[in-house]
């Protein structure tokens, strides 16, 4: 009877293992960590068909919409649906911005109804009713074959004079606990709807006085330990999908004599993320062709670092000097790395367990 029951546990720990990990090849674990965007708004177009193909063979872990690849509805579930087809066992991350007010790949131009910023939702809703707000926009957002969603935004307004976040109304409040409750009613509206969310921008935004889109953002005089705090009321309800790390310098988390960005830091991503705040889910990074990181890194450099200090997930948009072949050359950087440096091997491995996880819960 012990034998057997051994047996049974032995069974169900390997049923609890992430699917195909033990199959994937070295490529096809490095390729989980890459999401692109494209150029193409149609299922028929060269991009996307190159897409699907990488997909397929399991060199790309996802894709990234914007407005450009949005010509109507039709079209966008279209190319969802053979994205989702190109990988139906191992699910791609289909991501958008879709977080309200300014910030919309989908617009009423297309036939998307529309809903406030943060700010607002925060200002005229309850926790509750802003979840029925969400849950309708995540429906829709669902039926168009989409996985992710990323957000919410998870910055405290402590900057009014912020040119990202405040002057767009993206946080729900100045108060820590006020912007968790927001948050985890956009998080679970998304879950109903089978989709996947990120928590942005860690390690916080909101007290930022530049734009990380432009150029480098310095935020040692105003990063507040409290920036932290949703982070943590979301973790502790068991929340969280996916961080995705801002490209912030400060200098108490950089490499001595750099300044290296939260994406590109192990002191925020594995000392403070991992080891103090004890998350152990999926990190993605903000977009890596911001202007806080192609000015100041080359490709090889922004992937290599990014892994090192513990990102899981490689988000480029590819909007700053458009190539079909983005996604392979990252591809190639990963494997030549992961072939010269076991330990940067053992981490592809690490992130792709954590991916083929996430990845299990999406519908």
């Given at each position: 009877?012990?034998?057997?029951?051994?047996?049974?546990?032995?069974?169900?720990?390997?049923?609890?293992?992430?699917?195909?990990?033990?199959?994937?090849?070295?490529?096809?674990?490095?390729?989980?960590?890459?999401?692109?965007?494209?150029?193409?708004?149609?299922?028929a177009d060269a991009a996307v068909?190159?897409?699907?193909?990488?997909?397929?063979?399991?060199?790309?872990?996802?894709?990234?919409?914007?407005?450009?690849?949005?010509?109507?509805?039709?079209?966008?579930?279209?190319?969802?649906?053979?994205?989702?087809?190109?990988?139906?066992?191992?699910?791609?991350?289909?991501?958008?911005?879709?977080e309200g007010g300014a910030v919309?790949?989908?617009?009423?131009?297309?036939?998307?109804?529309?809903?406030?910023?943060?700010?607002?939702?925060?200002?005229?809703?309850?926790?509750?009713?802003?979840?029925?707000?969400?849950?309708?926009?995540?429906?829709?957002?669902?039926?168009?074959?989409?996985?992710?969603?990323?957000?919410?935004?998870?910055?405290?307004?402590?900057?009014?004079?912020?040119?990202?976040?405040?002057?767009?109304?993206?946080?729900?409040?100045?108060?820590?606990?006020?912007?968790?409750?927001?948050?985890?009613?956009?998080?679970?509206?998304?879950?109903?709807?089978?989709?996947?969310?990120?928590?942005?921008?860690?390690?916080?935004?909101?007290?930022?006085?530049?734009?990380?889109h432009e150029g480098f953002v310095?935020?040692?005089?105003?990063?507040?330990?409290?920036?932290?705090?949703?982070?943590?009321?979301?973790?502790?309800?068991?929340?969280?999908?996916?961080?995705?790390?801002?490209?912030?310098?400060?200098?108490?988390?950089?490499?001595?004599?750099?300044?290296?960005?939260?994406?590109?830091?192990?002191?925020?991503?594995?000392?403070?993320?991992?080891?103090?705040?004890?998350?152990?889910?999926?990190?993605?990074?903000?977009?890596?062709?911001?202007?806080?990181?192609?000015?100041?890194?080359?490709?090889?450099?922004?992937?290599?670092?990014?892994?090192?200090?513990?990102?899981?997930?490689?988000?480029?948009?590819?909007?700053?000097?458009?190539?079909?072949?983005?996604?392979?050359?990252?591809?190639?950087?990963?494997?030549?790395?992961?072939?010269?440096?076991?330990?940067?091997?053992?981490?592809?491995?690490?992130?792709?367990?954590?991916?083929?996880?996430?990845?299990?819960?999406?519908?």
């Amino acid at each position: 009877m012990i034998t057997r029951f051994r047996r049974l546990a032995a069974i169900l720990a390997l049923l609890s293992l992430p699917a195909t990990a033990h199959a994937a090849t070295l490529e096809q674990m490095a390729g989980q960590m890459i999401v692109v965007g494209f150029q193409g708004d149609d299922v028929a177009d060269a991009a996307v068909e190159t897409l699907r193909d990488e997909l397929a063979a399991g060199r790309l872990g996802g894709v990234m919409l914007l407005k450009i690849n949005v010509k109507s509805l039709d079209a966008v579930a279209a190319m969802n649906a053979a994205f989702r087809a190109a990988s139906p066992a191992l699910l791609p991350f289909i991501t958008l911005d879709q977080e309200g007010g300014a910030v919309e790949r989908l617009t009423k131009e297309v036939g998307f109804k529309e809903i406030p910023n943060a700010a607002a939702i925060a200002a005229e809703t309850s926790p509750e009713q802003a979840e029925a707000i969400y849950a309708e926009m995540a429906s829709a957002i669902a039926e168009l074959g989409f996985t992710v969603n990323f957000g919410p935004v998870a910055d405290v307004n402590l900057n009014k004079d912020n040119q990202i976040i405040a002057k767009f109304g993206r946080a729900f409040s100045d108060d820590p606990a006020v912007v968790a409750r927001y948050d985890a009613a956009f998080i679970k509206a998304h879950h109903a709807a089978g989709l996947l969310t990120a928590l942005k921008h860690f390690p916080g935004h909101g007290s930022s006085t530049a734009d990380s889109h432009e150029g480098f953002v310095d935020i040692t005089q105003t990063w507040q330990p409290a920036e932290l705090d949703p982070y943590r009321a979301l973790m502790a309800d068991k929340l969280v999908d996916m961080v995705m790390v801002g490209h912030l310098y400060h200098a108490d988390y950089s490499d001595a004599g750099t300044q290296t960005p939260s994406s590109l830091s192990p002191q925020w991503i594995t000392g403070v993320l991992r080891g103090d705040l004890g998350y152990g889910g999926v990190v993605i990074s903000d977009d890596l062709e911001m202007g806080a990181i192609r000015d100041h890194f080359t490709l090889e450099q922004t992937v290599t670092m990014a892994v090192r200090a513990g990102m899981d997930v490689l988000l480029f948009s590819n909007t700053a000097k458009y190539r079909a072949s983005l996604g392979q050359e990252i591809l190639d950087i990963l494997v030549a790395e992961a072939g010269a440096d076991p330990a940067f091997a053992a981490r592809i491995e690490q992130s792709y367990e954590r991916i083929v996880q996430l990845k299990s819960r999406i519908r």
